[in-house]
């Protein structure tokens, strides 16, 4: 019941604070018997880590992931899934002035008002650092879509008010914004580094899109696939809206041009549109799931601000420490990861749909 | 588990078919002690109803709820609150054809393929009347958030391409499409009208609105009231699309824009902008807390349109009987009873963060 | 997560007070496409209702149950099922003195004290009659289990110093105490009624056996199958111990004696012996699950007693009402659906525990 | 959901296997802003430890615990609190015999049955090594229970037939097998050691109090506090039986003996008996609360036993290692820990009763 796990069957227990000892994450419910190593989960904690390039934040994160139950001679068990990051590079000194004040666009004043006390360094509990048991367990739930040939990927669609034009997926890995389209990439890059040079920030939209996904996942009325897929997104931190296939256009359509009309291809039933975006009464219809996010900007920016400090008093802030101007590329394994688990925990719950 | 329930703690379980007998929810963890009469429901289910005007469909639900437990001599008594409300006027024939075809746009195809069988009678469990018990619900969840000085508004906001180009609550209620624009309303029926008339329908967008939430609500990490936002938001059957404070409007912000800075406004801590839209790190400020959501078109269209039948083969369907052309004001007190629900399930959770 | 819903996948949320409107229970997560009739659940009605015999009390509750979702043309869909008994021959008045009385060995003090408030008519909630619901849902369990060939008989073991020498299942339904031992059963009869004269009541043992469970269900670590029916079994109201095979026997036994050596069965991994009474670790063995559980008096007696009353004077208590003597027999029905909804509830959630 | 979490609120999930790296548990919805050092947790830890004596297993868990997060200056701060314990001394080459057989009386067998494969090492997630992360969390709920008054504590009542004759709780801790009488206790330990010498072991009841529990904590119907203390108990690898008050004694008890009166006791109200083990319809009542549950004997004996290896053929099996002959002393303080965990949990759902 409380904050901190996610998911009904696939379920995960995310734990640790941004300059603890170490941070990681329980995932309970995974079926035994397929194989795991710890390279599957290091793969996707390596597309996570800061420091990549120039446009990310410096801080050296080796977050290597260490399995500590859960696998035997290299296969599930059935048991609980404890995966360990050690958190290294910490130095909390620069976060000593900032005890006392409240980061605007941050979590700082609501966990004091909260809960009466909060890790200051980092952001504690609140720091995107928490994305990285979920990142961890993501890439387990990646391993049984796998098994079940479902594949997931996520990409930058816009940056400040560049968009991409174009969707080549072989892009995406090509450059440091993870933009689908060259061009597009490159104007985003220098953006960014506009931005970071004037000591600002800017935000984005990232596109995730999930294919082959059978039809049938999803529970009425409340877990629907796209109700869940809401929370997963919404939950983290720099997200403040998502919308499925046609999602917010739906405003100025009309229903003969929204609905998708079914029809048999080669035997298989699909729609030919999909302004659904794969779901239907909250149930997947074995087309592409398709979601956007909106990620804002990076709160911490180094030019001063006006906040109040722990007293309430009228103050100003300046945030030291070099941090990512635009986070979307940042994002995207965290998207993807928790794309990756609601899709998991679906494909696992749908198997109690029928008596046989 | 299973997908019929909504909240931890304040948990509500809806169940009901459009053409069963009955319909109804139950509340669990209604805390004691405070007055509920079946009029605090009644009021809410009215709003909902349909046949109240031009724009309306004219299915007559007299929708009388009646309170089975739960409440003792006017009070709640903190056990579950069992509410029913009969299916009268109900014509299963005109569902007759439908049988063996699936509506674009509806669950009707993904039911089948999850279950294996469907009620196909007016969507049997994926109709909007399910929204009958959120709505009752959402009218005691209302009642707790009243006596903590929480209200909750909703409206419509956009309507194809006409936009509502002021805020005056007052309005509202006076219109059919509840808008508070009165200009804008007019322009908005007409065009509903206008569509309708062609056989078709439209989308729009609603903007949902809580004033009085005390700083502190929402759960780390999973659990923030965001992410409960969009979940409760995204479960309701024709929403494409949900977004928060500035919501898509950041992807093209700055952070220096973005940010909202904190004061000290006569002794109460607030923020000189609400760009966060009411919450900070899945907690909420204390600012108001304001939500749109995408709102598609109706699916159920008088137009001709392809589809398959049961079987997989290609043919055409025309849906006879008379519906919305626009849901917008029929979802607004679904949205708001969505809204009341995740909000007191939050202030009955923040009892727990503090040790004394 | 409030304490009214029981079931992880199969659960059930059951609602109402002893003398309100009407009574009931809403399962979700029953899987679709099986036969479901009201028959199937009045039977296990019909056993569990009062005014049978002479040894049980006289209020005469019809309890005709309706079925009023999740069920169509005859088959489950998957949708919740909604259940319903009406408040029939309630008879309020006579709790009128008992208004401002705690009865000893009841839940009034208890519930006033927690809530603050209470239905005292008839108990309210704390009312036996709650396990209409527990019955009426164990009955559609029990469904489920038939169609996997699992089996559930309850019967009286023990009343006051009585015990059945033998267990013939063929006797059970023929006795009034639905004891497997006729001359025990005549016994127990004897004893009741002379209790019942004396103005008192007397407890006894209930023993509830499952055959035909597969190897396989049950949850690691928590969610043990003698973990949850251990629960199930403390919820009813009246038991005050529940032990499994050799029980509070293992006490006195050395290791050699008690462990259940392995054996091939013709083809069948068996135990010879069974005092783990079909559970290793918390998942079954395949061998016959055997519990029993100790079932107190009834505490509503004619005797005076000594209380307090609402402000915690010293007071005397006469509990008026013909109540019944023993409530093994009547406990039976609750029982096995208690055991038939946990076993109901594993077999679902084992499908979860390999990967294909 | 799935099984290897307990608790509503104050949640605990446990991983680990016996073998693997290491042990542990996250611990969320712990409240913020009580101290909590390491000490508090080792304290119970020790108590759980086998090499304590010679009626102890020799086998040496130094288990040292650490805390990751959710302490921050020497103080709760609401985040998940997750501590580990590192296996040490641990040979698994004396389980390489058992890879193949299953082990009567133990999880082997139906492990593999519902996973199809297992970590046979030491038990693997089987292990009663599991309760480190259970008692670990225990001392944590202990510190809440403390801060509330309450207080836990369980002794032997029994080893074989030999039963603690008084209880005298300042003698508890300075015996071996944790007996509150002196005598018994001797009797106790010589039994144990002629048991062991003969390759044997034996069972055992172990009861447990809770003294300074206020009226009203536990959820009707089915989170009753007595049904929540019974899965605890029973979720305990050993225990077959657990019984509450009076427990199976009440089957030969008539109503008005059984039956606590109620009276005031200078202002408070209680109960002049205690039959009940102060629970009533599921709630406290301010008594203390008695359990008992039969523990029994260690499966690990050293006796040749019959049993069937992995492909079903039947053979026979000697577990070499040294064993605890009677586990009771140390299944004490894993059966508190459970008992705080469902106090803990339950002080806090109480929070959410009433309206106010």
Chains 1, 2, 3, 4 share one sequence.
């Not at 906040?307 to 940042?330: E, F, L, Q, Y």
Request: proline share 4%; net charge neutral.
């Amino acid at each position: 019941m409380p904050g901190n796990s996610f998911g009904e069957i696939f379920r995960i227990t995310t734990w640790g604070e941004s300059h603890g000892k170490a941070i990681g994450v329980v995932i309970d419910g995974c079926p035994a018997g397929f194989p795991l190593y710890k390279e599957d989960i290091q793969r996707e904690l390596d597309r996570r880590k800061p420091g990549q390039s120039e446009v990310t934040s410096p801080r050296k994160e080796s977050d290597e992931v260490e399995i500590l139950s859960g696998v035997f001679e290299g296969k599930t068990t059935g048991a609980p899934i404890s995966l360990i990051v050690e958190n290294k590079d910490v130095d909390s000194s620069i976060y000593e002035d900032l005890r006392d004040l409240f980061r605007p666009g941050h979590a700082d004043y609501t966990y004091q008002r909260k809960y009466g006390i909060r890790d200051y360094r980092g952001g504690g509990r609140s720091s995107a650092r928490e994305t990285v048991g979920r990142v961890s367990a993501g890439a387990v739930a990646k391993k049984v879509l796998g098994l079940n040939n479902i594949t997931i990927i996520g990409y930058t669609l816009q940056i400040g008010n560049i968009k991409a034009e174009k969707i080549d997926l072989g892009e995406i890995e090509k450059n440091e914004v993870r933009c689908p389209d060259r061009n597009a990439a490159e104007e985003m890059i220098k953006r960014i580094l506009k931005v970071k040079r004037s000591g600002d920030s800017i935000g984005g939209i990232v596109e995730v899109v999930a294919r082959g996904v059978p039809p049938g996942l999803g529970e009425p009325v409340f877990d629907k696939l796209d109700g869940d897929i809401g929370k997963a997104m919404m939950s983290i931190g720099a997200v403040k809206g998502i919308e499925i296939g046609a999602g917010f256009g739906v405003a100025s359509m009309i229903g003969s041009k929204n609905n998708d009309e079914f029809y048999n291809n080669k035997g298989v039933i699909a729609t030919r549109t999909n302004n659904a975006g794969g779901i239907l009464g909250g149930i997947s219809t074995g087309e592409e799931i398709k979601i956007r996010i909106a990620v804002k900007p990076t709160p911490s920016i180094a030019k001063t601000q006006g906040t109040v400090n722990i007293k309430g008093d009228d103050s100003t802030i300046v945030i030291h420490g070099r941090h990512d101007a635009c986070i979307c590329h940042r994002i995207i394994p965290v998207a993807e990861a928790m794309m990756a688990l609601v899709l998991t925990d679906h494909l696992l719950r749908n198997r109690l749909a029928k008596i046989s």
